[in-house]
């Protein structure tokens, strides 16, 4: 899951940089309006945490254009405490949530998860197929009630299928929403074809009853029955 | 020869010339005038000698004057009468020494060897004495009398040596005043040439906006100047023009490729299983390049703002951190391919960048060395930093370069091989990305590669802000 978080505070910026990451996000950041909007144009994110307050070009300048070029990644703002106008304007403009600064990190992880659940059509905190569960929350993934061990990247690429349940991911759009548009398209569907292989091989998914499914010359798809 | 050399040289030759005019001119009127003053003396003393020669004849009848008595008269006389061999007169020189009889009208410089017991006429050592010669036909009462007359001219010589002398070290002086005054007039005639010079170097691709400073006056210099800095005012223009173009370009091609690619994508995941299988087929290369043609256009807009760029913004990037992460995606694809993959970095490798390129950069050079390797090969980075500098090779085993083309790598749009990458879907745009952020950070990169063996790319960065 690719998350862009726009401030312009340099400090606050590292720090949820550092959280989200250790929570296996991908993170991005943009310290201004204009790069932000720079960012959503380059590559899909999944979520954007944004400030409302920022030099250039302020978070509701930015929600109204990237809404306005049908970029509708869910956001999150953030605003100053008692700042209804604002938190109005933006809901108005097409933001997803608001958060009043300060803010606990909990929270905002907690926020983030459920705008992330939601535009994956999921509801529920623990995303599942089969005897495979991954929880968003604990950011832990078990089969058949074991614990799995998986890398970031391999968390992220099974997180990102399953939030796509029942609908075909191709491969570049998975680098895309896992790495970032900072890989060569040819060497991320390398990378991703490894990825699933060892992916599988790790989730004990073979044979016949495939979790992951490969759709040839396009991507791969987890679906919900086996077939 | 520098231009200050041959304005030098000129300004002395040109010296050089008028000073020798000069002193010819000089010498010859000087030369020339006491022997003029000398003839007109001798003609005088001519005619007094004859009409007193005469006068004499006339007194004491038909013997030859003698005036032996008058040894100290200094001009020696021969007095005939014309047409005849009648020696009129002879003065007392004139039995001292003979000298060669001179055509009338005609003058002659003749040199005899008078002992100085004799008579002293200031002779030097060698005793020989110089006289001006001359013969005058003088007519007198009816008849014509030949005089040659000659004076000794020791004084005279010796004061044209002194001229010469004089002239010849007032040349040598101002020759040595010349040099030095050329020498400094040629540097301050290029002084304004210099200063453009260095100003000129100064100026680069990435600072086209300087100008020369023009003076006020409009001598050919400041001509020059502002000349100069019209071509600068245009060359600027084009190069904006050029950089925004192709920015611009790219940026309208994005759009439509990204709706091309969104619109792929969306057939491709849904149900493609009812398609022809020619259109399929179709579909994929279509995708294939679609993606391709992404990445391109991606590249050049990122080489294109690269370009643009002067001056990056500087944090702190921990590059040990930034290269393990890089390594562990690459890991991955190496050991796909059953590709070794060694990595020595010492703990704390720190340097002030832009993260973002600094990862971009070693993220095109990886992917290369992965890309260009072979199956069961190796890849091998190593990091080391001083107080100023840090240095990352990555070496890769593989075909590598021939060493002919080992100066184009850095160009936009080399390949080695057009098969090879087109088939791994490079931009050609890689290096050439990886060559300007490493010089926006004012670090080096180079290429090493031995064909079918090894390649080898070394990169060192400053590790503070300006060094």
């Known amino acids: 899951m690719r998350i862009l978080i726009v401030d312009d505070e340099c400090t606050l910026l590292e720090q949820l940089q550092k959280s989200l990451k250790s929570q296996r996000y991908i993170v991005e950041t943009a310290m201004d309006g204009e790069e932000a909007l720079d960012k959503l144009f380059q590559a899909p994110f999944d979520l954007i945490i944004m400030d409302i307050m920022m030099p250039k070009m302020d978070g509701l300048t930015v929600l109204e254009q990237a809404r306005k070029a049908e970029i509708n990644t869910p956001v999150l703002m953030l605003t100053a405490k008692g700042d209804v106008k604002d938190r109005v304007k933006g809901l108005d403009l097409g933001a997803d949530d608001y958060l009043a600064k300060p803010f606990s990190l909990d929270e905002l992880l907690a926020r983030a998860r459920s705008l992330l659940r939601r535009s994956g059509s999921q509801s529920k905190p623990v995303l599942q197929v089969l005897d495979l569960q ?5 950011r832990e993934v078990t089969k058949g009630g074991k614990p799995v061990e998986l890398t970031a990247r391999e968390f992220s690429i099974l997180e990102f299928l399953l939030y796509n349940k029942n609908r075909t991911v191709s491969r570049f759009s998975l680098a895309e929403h896992v790495w970032g548009d900072d890989f060569d398209p040819f060497t991320m569907s390398n990378f991703i074809d490894v990825h699933i292989m060892n992916l599988r091989h790790k989730i004990g998914d073979s044979g016949y009853a495939k979790i992951i499914r490969t759709i040839r010359g396009v991507g791969y798809i987890i679906k919900d029955s086996a077939e | 020869m520098t231009v200050k050399k041959r304005i030098t040289l000129l300004i002395i030759a040109a010296g050089l010339v008028s000073g020798l005019l000069f002193s010819a001119t000089v010498f010859y009127e000087l030369i020339e005038q006491p022997f003029d003053i000398l003839d007109a003396v001798l003609k005088e003393e001519a005619y007094r000698a004859a009409r007193m020669s005469v006068m004499k004849q006339k007194e004491s009848g038909s013997a030859p004057f003698d005036s032996t008595a008058d040894a100290i008269y200094p001009y020696w006389i021969e007095i005939y009468e014309q047409g005849t061999d009648r020696m009129l007169y002879q003065s007392g020189l004139a039995r001292l020494a003979t000298l060669s009889p001179v055509k009338a009208g005609a003058s002659a410089i003749a040199s005899v060897i008078i002992p100085r017991e004799l008579i002293d006429l200031d002779q030097d050592r060698v005793q020989e004495v110089t006289f001006r010669v001359r013969t005058f036909l003088v007519p007198l009462d009816g008849r014509v009398f030949s005089v040659q007359i000659a004076r000794p001219i020791e004084k005279l010589e010796e004061e044209i040596w002194d001229l010469v002398l004089g002239l010849f070290a007032g040349f040598i002086f101002s ?11 040629a540097g301050k005639i290029l002084e304004p040439i210099g200063k453009m010079k260095e100003l000129t170097r100064q100026i680069s691709e990435e600072n086209l906006d300087k100008r020369i400073t023009t003076g006020q006056g409009r001598d050919e210099f400041s001509e020059l100047a502002r000349t100069i800095n019209w071509m600068l005012d245009r060359l600027q223009d084009s190069f904006v023009r050029q950089r925004n173009f192709l920015f611009d370009t790219s940026h309208e091609l994005k759009t439509p490729l990204t709706t091309m690619r969104l619109a792929i ?22 995708n294939n390049y679609v993606l391709r043609m992404e990445r391109l256009v991606k590249d050049l807009l990122n080489l294109s703002s690269l370009e643009t760029m002067t001056v990056i913004d500087r ?3 921990y590059m040990t951190e930034l290269l393990s992460s890089l390594a562990t995606d690459y890991r991955v694809l190496a050991d796909a391919q059953k590709i070794q993959m060694d990595i020595h970095l010492p703990p704390q490798l720190s340097i002030q960048g832009d993260m973002e390129k600094i990862n971009r950069a070693f993220s095109n050079i990886l992917d290369n060395a992965v890309k260009y390797n072979v199956d069961g090969g190796r890849i091998e980075v190593v990091g080391a930093q001083s107080e100023d500098d840090l240095t990352i090779t990555v070496t890769n085993a593989g075909p590598g370069v021939a060493e002919a083309e080992i100066d184009k790598v850095f160009d936009q749009f080399y390949r080695v091989e057009k098969s090879r990458s087109l088939q791994h879907g490079g931009s050609g745009l890689g290096l050439s990305i990886v060559k300007r952020i490493v010089e926006l950070h004012k670090g080096k990169v180079t290429f090493e590669s031995r064909q079918g063996d090894w390649t080898r790319v070394t990169v060192s960065l400053p590790r503070h802000r300006e060094m």
Not at chain 2, 175 to 185: D, G, N, R, T, V
Not at chain 2, 268 to 285: G, W
Request: charged share 20%; hydrophobic share 45%.
């Open chain 1, 134 to 138: 991954l929880d968003t929350v604990s």
């Open chain 2, 175 to 185: 020759c040595i005043a010349l040099i030095a005054i050329s020498h400094f007039m």
């Open chain 2, 265 to 286: 994508d969306e057939i491709c995941t849904s149900e493609t299983d009812n398609l022809p299988v020619l259109a399929k087929e179709n579909l994929f290369q279509l």
């Open chain 2, 315 to 317: 944090k702190p990037v």
